[in-house]
């Protein structure tokens, strides 16, 4: 029934949810500006709002045994409906992917390789990433500890390499800032790094053991949040007051690091954590996509869809923003609420739906 | 016209071949399968039809028994037979000893039942009934023993041909640890490997492979700690082999192995018994083939490639650094001259101003662009090591002083390469040596990695990378993940990888290698030494 | 399986293919294509123009390897060379008209202002180094006495180049602390939080018969980006006791009774600021506390006695004392707030802060310091006594 005839482990579940939300550190810079040196509680925040929610997908999906997002939808939703709900979902899938594609190639071009062509970034990392997720997803998750140790010992190892650089006073006054502002900040928080994780919706299914299935979730969250706190710390103790000016905070902390005359112009450090951590944060959301498509229209490999998939993501992310302004503008405003059903609402609805419905029912001939 | 002659030479050469290949067929098929007769003279008609062309067999007709009224013949092939042996352990027998037998003693010597049990002195021997495993025989090396008057021949196997001597091996040489390698009689390379394990339940099953060569090839393994399925699976793999010769283990590695798309070897090769031993001990089964002394061992991990039979003799301080070396170089074989390019043609502003500038002296005359200047260099190195190693010693040493006087100081002296050129190539060459497992891959990697990052940069080679992992991660060497311990993670399995660990602490069998149901302790627990720690005199 | 082995294989040929059409070495500089530019200059040029000047690496010249050119380098190893435009990036553009070859200006170490540059404000040309990707926030920023330019062209006896020996001198402030390191994201940094004053280090040219060479002769502090004054060197460092960025320097006590000096070497120095404020009145507690070895003294008197320790520990705070009034007196004089006092009322009283944070200027001449300072000292290096004929000591 479910495309996917993988099954991960509940520990691997856990470090691909970790480096889902470790992906999203550059992404901490579009609530920077607007909460500013607060920035780290705005993170606590979203994890204390959201744990319950991503939580609740594990439930959803405890629910539905061996079931993936699509088939859950059909379920709950009834064909039609349920059909609607899935595309609503896929649309959200293929936007966020793009933009996170669109996010490496801005990286790149503003830091380290400028004069290259922008599409051919795209192009290639978008490649790049249909590669991972031929492999499928038992793959992606036998690999995703190493991207998670790695991205926390660039996070950790630029934290003590900037230690001396550091000025806690940077923090205070700790409650300064309109409270409209902070709620802005939550909500960038609790939809971008944290409930984009409503994709594991599609990946809960192939759990091997669920016993253990929240316990990780959390955990993985957790290992997220810290390492997102440990990059936004990092940034306002160093940075201060000029953290709102820059394109990229992380970038510039880290062009600050000078230890002696070795220790110094570390940019590719960050760089290459950055691009390792998106890019499994992009393959996961590849193999999402595909994988829905491919449930959506009843196929029996996504494998076909990839490739046409990577195509249409490189043409969003190169034709759907002007610049960077406008990709962190529409990013910070309209982005974050479109996804706010899918992450907040309809989950929630589908427990109580299947809940009333008595669902899943028992269909003695599927089932046997 | 000319496509016509063309043409027409195509298909007349593929009917030709296609002909020859039926006639052969036909002809084997013909007369192989057929029984022998109970006629000698019709037998050895038959066999001298076969073999007409060589003139190195010998038929040898003689009478026995101490009426001489049986008549027998011995037929082997000169060039492999032991002559010694034969005369005196077959032919001695049946001609003068049976004169001894008493009159009384009337024996049958039709049956060669009756023979072999009561005259001949050996005991490697083999009955056989049909053409075409009496030629087998014959042509691997056994003196055919055929009787008038019975169907059945006796095929027996003498002594070995000349064969080297056990010496060191000159691939995987240790400062500690056993001298002895593998040779290329198989039946030597099983004794070496017997000798270090004797164990009851050590299998050595045999097959023969190769239509026209008839190898012998052998699957070694501990019935207990193997996992059945991947005995099943080697011999499922074996089966499907059908080529006209094995001459080298290679030719089995490359038809029974996982991706043969991949740069990657899957199948792991070693020269050396004690290694092989330990990693049958693992729950691994090694593939013995006659004629080589590389032995095949699966599954096998990337890892392997990093560990050597010296690290288990040494003590595991040094080793364990030597393994983050062994890392180490392996990382600057494959990337070195990439990350070169990439920071030199574009990512200038990550390296310090100094060296910087001191790079810009040195390439202030060089003509060519950075990427050019690597591959000339790569492409100077690897010819100097492709020259070297097929030429006698003494040459090879002057191509290495040529080499190294005229392609590193004279080009870097005419301006052609940036004297940092030559270190960064000098480094990888050094490197690409301390992985001897992975020499292959690395080079190749290192090719893509240096295009890559001509091309587009540190951003392609992070690409690479990542491509790189992700195809290791992909892959499966019978049924164990390459990557294993690293990816999936398996922290006992790391004990064994970065560092290694004391022997007593590491008590457990890599278990994605192992049997599951077999003995998962390889010792005992808790044999951490602890000595008694007073002193021995007893004087205070 | 053959054929998916070879379909990936014409794959991955395909993409190889694809990187090289698409890319085509784009974005590609051979390191003999680089100007390394390693410091720069910005003067008022004539008509309100910007004259830049960047200097840079002259490779040839520097003799990579003797062999080559046997006599050696006779050029200069580096190259100053000056445009002009309307704006700093036209400037910089202008240049390639001279050199042929785009400026990197990645390993640029400082940016020299030149004195009618810092008075007319640095607000408007910082834009430009702080943006440019190429720019690193860690580029020092200077002002020169006089003219950038004729700052960049004294040659250093030791060092090759002038900007990298200007980098250094400033780098190596802990040893007197009587100056501060700056960089553009320090700069920045004040500047932004709108009332703190920002300081850099002001380079002069010391000129004798046949040599010139340059010096750190104190700190330039500006106001809102436009030059307002200039600090000593004492009161430079009475500025660094405050902010606690003292690491070493002399302290040359002299003896109560007049006897002669006793010079300390500061080992450590921490400094502590609190604010306080009680209805109206702000006061700043600032704890200085540093250890000091005792480095030189110019008397036969035997100084390193607990009673003449501590006298020397009481005058040697006096000392510092007198370096922060008068860093304060300074900064009272050009009412700006180079301690960022205003930024610590900001972290400490949040609320009262916005009511006042637009009078800052008023009320900063108004705030009282309330200076405590203590100095230890912890040892004497390899003497015990002082070298004294034997009679003296009875």
Redesign the interface.
């Known amino acids: 029934m479910s495309i996917e005839k993988g099954k991960i482990s509940s520990q691997q579940l856990l470090f691909l949810i970790a480096g889902f939300v470790q992906g999203s550190a550059l992404l901490i810079d579009f609530a920077v500006g607007i909460t500013e040196h607060q920035t780290w509680m705005v993170i606590i925040a979203g994890l204390i709002i959201t744990a319950p929610v991503v939580l609740s997908y594990v439930l959803l999906s405890k629910m539905f045994p061996g079931m993936n997002l699509i088939q859950i939808n059909d379920m709950v939703y009834g064909p039609f409906l349920g059909k609607a709900v899935s595309l609503y979902y896929i649309f959200f899938f293929m936007m966020t992917l793009s933009f996170n594609v669109r996010d490496v190639g801005e990286l790149y071009m503003?830091?380290l390789?400028?004069?290259?062509?922008f599409?051919?970034l795209l192009?290639?990392f978008a490649?790049t990433c249909a590669y991972a997720a031929t492999k499928g997803l038992e793959v992606l998750a036998r690999i995703s500890h190493l991207f998670v140790v790695s991205g926390l010992f660039v996070i950790i190892s630029n934290f003590i390499l900037l230690i001396d650089q550091m000025d806690f006073?940077n923090f205070?006054?700790l409650?300064?800032l309109p409270f409209i502002r902070i709620f802005q900040g939550i909500h960038i928080m609790s939809v971008i790094p944290f409930g984009e994780t409503v994709v594991f919706l599609m990946i809960m299914g192939c759990l091997n053991r669920t016993e253990l299935a929240a316990k990780s979730t959390f955990f993985g969250l957790l290992i997220g949040a810290v390492s997102l706190l440990g990059v936004a710390v990092r940034n306002t103790a160093v940075?201060?007051?000029?953290q709102t000016?820059w394109t990229s905070t992380s970038f510039?902390s880290i062009?600050?690091i000078?230890i002696g005359t070795v220790l110094?112009?570390m940019d590719f450090l960050v760089g290459i954590a950055q691009t390792v951590l998106v890019f499994l944060k992009c393959s996961i959301f590849f193999y999402v996509l595909s994988a829905a498509l491919g449930q959506l229209f009843g196929l029996k490999s996504y494998l076909p869809l990839v490739l046409p998939i990577a195509g249409i993501e490189v043409i969003i992310a190169a034709t759907v923003f002007q610049s960077p302004v406008d990709h962190a503008m529409i990013t910070q405003n309209a982005g974050i609420i479109y996804s706010v059903p899918l992450i907040f609402i309809f989950p929630l609805l589908s427990i109580v739906i299947a809940r009333i419905r008595g669902l899943p029912k028992p269909e003695g001939g599927k089932e046997a | 016209m000319l496509g016509y002659i063309f043409r027409k030479f195509l298909f007349n050469n593929s009917l030709k071949s296609k002909d020859k290949y039926m006639n052969e067929n036909t002809d084997t098929a013909g007369s192989n399968g057929d029984p022998l007769s109970s006629d000698l003279d019709k037998n050895l008609a038959v066999i001298k039809e076969i073999l007409r062309d060589s003139s190195d067999v010998t038929f040898h007709e003689f009478n026995f028994g101490h009426d001489r009224r049986f008549k027998g013949a011995l037929v082997f092939i000169n060039s492999l037979a032991d002559k010694e042996e034969i005369n005196k352990n077959i032919l001695q027998p049946l001609l003068y000893d049976s004169l001894m037998l008493h009159n009384t003693v009337d024996m049958d010597f039709t049956q060669i039942d009756t023979i072999s049990r009561n005259i001949l002195s050996v005991t490697d021997y083999l009955k056989v009934n049909l053409l075409s495993s009496l030629l087998d025989n014959l042509l691997a090396g056994s003196a055919i023993l055929l009787i008038h008057g019975s169907n059945e021949a006796l095929a027996v196997r003498l002594g070995k041909g000349k064969s080297r001597s056990i010496e060191e091996p000159g691939t995987e040489v240790v400062v500690r640890g056993p001298r002895e390698g593998f040779i290329e009689d198989v039946s030597v390379n099983i004794a070496l490997i017997r000798r270090k394990i004797k164990d009851t339940d050590l299998c050595v099953e045999r097959f023969v492979m190769g239509d026209k060569s008839k190898t012998d090839v052998y699957i070694v393994y501990i019935r207990s700690l193997v996992n059945p399925k991947l005995i099943e699976e080697i011999r499922r793999r074996l089966n499907r082999v059908k080529i006209e010769a094995i001459l080298e283990s290679g030719y089995i590695e490359q038809y029974i192995e996982d991706s043969?798309?991949s740069i990657f070897p899957t199948v792991s090769n070693c020269e050396k018994p004690d290694k092989v031993a330990a990693k049958i001990l693992e729950g691994r089964a090694a593939i013995l083939v006659d004629g080589t002394p590389f032995v095949l061992v699966v599954p096998m991990v990337f890892i392997e490639s990093f560990q050597s039979v010296e690290d288990y003799y040494a003590r595991p301080f040094f080793v364990s650094i030597i393994r983050i070396i062994r890392f180490l170089s392996y990382i600057i074989s494959t990337l070195g001259p990439a990350i070169y390019v990439a920071l030199?043609?574009?990512h200038?502003?990550l390296i310090p101003?100094q060296l910087?500038?001191?790079?810009?002296?040195?390439?202030?005359?060089?003509p060519f662009?950075?990427?050019l200047e690597a591959f000339l260099m790569l492409f100077a190195f690897d010819l100097l090591r492709e020259a070297g190693v097929r030429l006698p010693k003494p040459v090879g040493q002057t191509v290495g002083i040529v080499g190294a006087i005229v392609l590193g100081q004279a080009s870097v002296?005419a301006?052609l390469i940036s004297?940092i050129m030559v270190i960064v190539v000098s480094a990888t060459a050094i490197a690409s040596f301390a992985v001897p497992a992975q020499t292959d891959s690395g080079t190749v990697l290192r090719y893509i990695y240096l295009?890559?990052a001509?091309?587009?940069?540190g951003f392609?080679v992070i690409m690479g990378l990542l491509a790189t992992l992700l195809h290791l991660a992909s892959l499966r060497s019978f049924g164990t993940p390459y990557l294993w311990p690293v990816v999936p993670l398996n922290l006992a399995g790391l004990k064994d990888v970065f560092f290694r660990m004391p022997l007593w602490s590491m008590t457990k069998r890599p278990t994605a290698i192992t049997w599951d149901d077999g003995d998962p302790y390889n010792q005992g627990p808790g044999l951490m030494p602890s000595p008694n720690t007073q002193d021995n005199s007893d004087s205070q | 399986m053959r054929k998916k082995?070879c379909l990936?294989?014409v794959k991955l040929v395909l993409?190889?293919f694809?990187?090289?059409t698409?890319?085509g070495?784009?974005?590609?500089?051979?390191?003999?294509d680089?100007e390394?530019v390693?410091g720069m200059g910005v003067d008022k040029g004539e008509g309100g123009q910007i004259s830049l000047t960047a200097q840079i690496?002259n490779?040839?010249s520097?003799?990579?390897?003797p062999?080559?050119s046997g006599g050696g380098g006779e050029g200069k190893p580096f190259w100053n060379v000056s445009s002009k435009g309307d704006s700093i990036f036209e400037a910089v553009r202008q240049i390639t008209h001279m050199t042929g070859n785009r400026l990197?200006i990645?390993?640029n170490?400082a940016v020299i202002f030149g004195n009618d540059i810092a008075a007319e404000g640095l607000q408007k040309y910082l834009d430009f180094f702080?943006r440019a990707?190429?720019m690193?926030?860690?580029a020092l920023i200077l002002v020169a006495e006089d003219k950038a330019s004729d700052v960049m062209d004294t040659k250093p006896e030791t060092e090759k180049y002038p900007a990298?020996n200007i980098a250094k001198l400033v780098e190596t402030y802990g040893f007197t602390s009587h100056l501060y390191k700056v960089n553009m994201?320090d700069f920045?940094?004040s500047l932004?939080?709108g009332t703190t004053a920002q300081i850099a280090p002001l380079l002069s040219i010391v000129k004798e018969e046949e040599s010139e060479d340059i010096y750190v002769s104190g700190m330039v502090v500006f106001k809102d980006g436009k030059m307002v004054g200039k600090l000593s060197h004492d009161e430079a460092r009475g500025l660094l006791w405050v902010l606690g960025k003292v690491e070493s320097g002399v302290l040359d006590v002299s003896l109560p009774d007049g006897k002669g000096k006793a010079i300390l070497e500061i080992m450590k120095a921490k400094g502590q600021v609190t604010p306080v404020m009680e209805d109206d009145k702000i006061t700043f507690q600032i704890k200085i506390k540093a250890e000091t070895s005792l480095s030189e003294q110019t008397t036969t008197e035997n100084l390193a006695t607990n009673e003449m320790f501590e006298k020397i520990q009481e005058a040697s705070a006096e000392i510092i004392h007198q370096e922060i009034m008068a860093a304060f007196d300074k900064s009272k004089e050009f009412n700006a707030d180079i301690f960022g006092f205003g930024e610590m009322l900001?972290?400490?009283y949040?609320e009262q802060w916005k009511k006042i944070e637009k009078n800052w200027d008023e009320i900063y001449p108004t705030i009282q310091l309330n200076i405590n300072a203590e100095t230890k000292i912890i040892k004497t290096d390899l003497l015990k006594k002082p070298v004294s004929p034997k009679k003296e000591e009875k």
């Open positions: 503003t830091f390789v400028e004069d290259m062509p599409v051919f192009v290639v490649a006073s205070l006054p409650f300064e940075l201060g007051k000029t000016i510039q062009r600050l000078n110094t112009r | 043969p798309g030199t043609v574009f200038q502003e101003t910087l500038i001191s790079i810009a002296e040195g390439r202030e005359r060089v662009p950075a990427i002296e301006g004297p295009a890559l001509g091309i587009a940069g392609g | 082995t990936s294989m993409y190889f694809m990187m090289l698409l890319s070495c784009l974005g590609a500089r051979e390191i003999n680089l390394i390693i690496v490779v040839s520097s003799g990579g390897r062999s080559s990197f990645s390993h170490q702080l990707h190429e690193r926030p860690t990298l994201k920045a940094s932004m939080s900001h972290k400490k949040s």
